[in-house]
């Protein structure tokens, strides 16, 4: 018979059980700092009905979409996690408590052209805070503490939240007779650390921008300093736009409580070039850098919305959010050894048997199971030295071998299979080791 290649779709992640192990003790850490910040847990379809799915989509989004007929059904794979919610928070309205914090960690599907790096199949990890009608502007600085908490949690003490606000921009925009084309200004200005101010000055000039202004823009978002100073610099910049004196008394609220939120002054920093490049960001906006790897491009980034699902209801429903890219940063991280997929195993114990019975073996694995230790039994029937390879090659700590004269004296024998130490324990004595 003809055998079929074993083989994965380009841009979709498989890892060893090493690094599985390693991711999920990653995801596991960003999941419980959510909840430690009092986010409910929400977990959506990865298939939607297109026509709910796409109700905003468009332009290179829709392109990426997997679409598909099954029956009478035209079908669409989610694509990110904020669509969903948006469904979600209109269809039960009437059931949630607002403000709504949900978080929800998931995979999203987009059919992009594969890069090192980037994936069509990906773990998104997104927190966001919705609103009824209104929500104060105080969460747009607790967010911030659930990044900082995420990224030290995970050992990275070295980080920057980047912080601005799309009505500082927007106003900026509109003194300069530039509002019509701010939405493509901003995504040129996002863009300033990939490919330069030059390149971006190009850009502008390309949307037919007049110098003047390109000069505006670009000495305004290289203002430079401390980020008082630059909140300072903004007041005296002399740009009537009541939206752009409004965004920056937002950025200077939001950055005190920020500091009340107990966000270290190193670890944050107003940057007028963060600009987010959705066009339904309305407010703040944020991006995270790892300081030490920049390469690895934002970590963490999100930003306020003044209505989350007005495709779907009229309630206007304002809310604040951020993403993590999960499994783009894993593999980053991996990949510049930042991270090390050290652990082969999660079992804490190996029982070995060594008699044609069991009954003993399982008795006392599913009492150390009970007691919280994880345990596996080896039951394949082959020789000691064989067990014990795999135990080894699992890098399982602990190997507890009962055979027929440990039956006898009702005891087992454990054995330390880092130090090599090795000792006998009566059978009721057995839950009180500390494994």
């Keep these: 018979m003809a055998k079929t290649e074993p083989r994965t779709l380009a841009g979709f992640m498989e890892l060893l059980p090493n690094e599985q192990i390693l991711f999920n003790q990653i995801k596991q850490t960003i999941e419980n700092t959510y909840q430690k910040f009092g986010f409910l847990p929400l977990d959506t379809p990865v298939i939607e009905l297109s026509e709910v799915l796409l109700a905003k989509a468009g332009g290179e989004t829709e ?23 948006s469904k979600y928070v209109a269809k039960n309205y009437g059931n949630l408590s607002f403000p709504f914090r949900r978080y929800q960690i998931g995979k999203v599907y987009r059919g992009e052209r594969t890069q090192k790096g980037r994936f069509r199949e990906f773990y998104q990890c ?69 490919i ?28 430079e300093g401390t980020s008082d100073e630059k909140i300072a610099k903004l007041k005296e910049f002399g740009i009537e736009s009541e939206i752009f004196i409004q965004g920056v008394e937002e950025l200077e609220y939001v950055v005190k409580y920020m500091r009340l939120f107990g966000i270290a002054e190193e670890n944050f920093k107003v940057d007028l070039t963060i600009a987010r ?73 190996l029982i070995i048997p060594m008699l044609e019975d069991l009954s003993v073996p399982i008795r006392l694995a599913n009492k150390l199971r009970n007691n919280g230790v994880k345990t596996e039994i080896y039951l394949n ?36 299979m880092e130090t090599g130490e090795e000792k006998e324990v009566p059978f009721e004595e057995i839950e009180e080791l500390k494994f």
């Design 196 to 223: 330069g101010k030059q390149a971006v000055i190009e850009e502008l000039q390309k949307l037919k921008v007049m110098q003047a202004a390109i000069d505006t823009i670009i000495n305004f978002i290289e203002i």
């Design 63 to 85: 392109k990426q979409i997997y679409r598909f007929q099954k029956g009478e059904n035209d079908l669409s794979l989610r694509f990110d996690l904020t669509v969903p919610l």
């Design 126 to 194: 997104d927190i966001d805070m919705i609103g009824d009608g209104e929500l104060d502007l105080i969460y747009d600085a607790e967010l911030p503490s659930v990044i900082a908490t995420i990224f030290k949690s995970l050992g990275f003490d070295k980080f920057t939240i980047r912080i601005n606000n799309r009505k500082i921009l927007n106003g900026l925009f509109e003194n300069l007779g530039q509002k019509e084309a701010s939405v493509e200004i901003l995504r040129a200005i996002d863009k300033i650390d990939k």
């Design 277 to 349: 490049g959705l066009d339904y960001y309305t407010g703040t906006v944020y991006e995270t850098f790892l300081d030490d790897y920049r390469e690895l491009g934002s970590v963490c980034s999100g930003g306020r919305y003044e209505n989350l699902a007005e495709y779907y209801t009229d309630k206007k429903l304002p809310g604040v959010g951020v993403s993590i890219g999960l499994t783009r940063l894993f593999f980053k991280l991996n990949e510049l050894n930042l991270v090390q997929a050290t652990k082969k195993s999660i079992a804490d114990v």
């Design 381 to 416: 029937r082959k020789k000691l030295k064989a067990k014990f390879k795999y135990a080894d090659k699992l890098e399982i700590p602990y190997v507890i071998i009962i055979g027929e004269d440990e039956i006898r004296a009702n005891q087992c024998k454990v054995k330390n």
